[in-house]
């Protein structure tokens, strides 16, 4: 009977409502599943720049900061002639040595790439080197040798300092090259990520 048809051609577009509301909740989901897992990449991404790459360059920078602070304390030493006043500035050596040593420790405990180990030995290798230098200027120093003291400055000191700059500046570098990779894996996820969310939404 017509009413019949009637009812039949109601459940039909019923069924189809039903089905065309739960493709679209189904839509949604995926759409919600992947903003959260891809907003969550990118936190990640975020948090490893923030509290693992930067840090090291800090850490670094930091090292190279008291570098500088060595190198002027030794050229001091040659220029002051007040005991006293020089007493300090090799105080400041060795004050700038243990800043040293706790950035390199917390480089050494957070570095884990084959290469960031290579580029940290490195460093290591070349500070052994510049702090046999500077104890032998400091003897030099405080037994009033100033002009033999001068021209080992000059020569062996000089050199070997240039060598642990150029390996923390490599370190520096590369961990730089580092956050910028991820900067650009970052970029490279929100433009994915943007260009899935709005096919899912068209369809």
Do not use: C, H
């Amino acid at each position: 009977t017509i009413f019949e048809q009637i009812r039949m051609s109601a459940m039909k577009v019923g069924t189809r409502l039903g089905l065309g509301f739960a493709g679209v909740l189904l839509l949604m989901i995926l759409i919600a599943g992947l903003s959260m897992y891809r907003m969550n990449e990118l936190l990640f991404s975020i948090q490893d720049m923030g509290n693992d790459k930067f840090p090291k360059t800090v850490w670094a920078n930091n090292v190279i900061n008291n570098i500088n602070v060595i190198a002027r304390s030794m050229r001091n030493t040659l220029i002051i002639k007040d005991r006293d006043i020089i007493d300090k500035e090799l105080a400041r050596i060795q004050e700038a040595r243990k800043n040293i040593k706790e950035n390199l420790d917390k480089l050494d405990e957070r570095i884990k790439t084959t290469e960031g180990k290579t580029l940290f030995q490195a460093i290591l290798d070349a500070r052994g080197s510049y702090i046999a230098a500077q104890d032998q200027f400091i003897k030099l120093a405080k037994a009033d040798r100033q002009e033999e003291a001068a021209q080992y400055l000059l020569t062996d000191v000089r050199k070997l300092q240039t060598a642990y700059f150029d390996a923390v500046t490599r370190l520096i570098d590369y961990q730089t090259q580092l956050m910028e990779k991820s900067g650009q894996q970052a970029e490279a996820m929100v433009n994915d990520s943007r260009s899935i969310i709005n096919v899912l939404a068209l369809v």
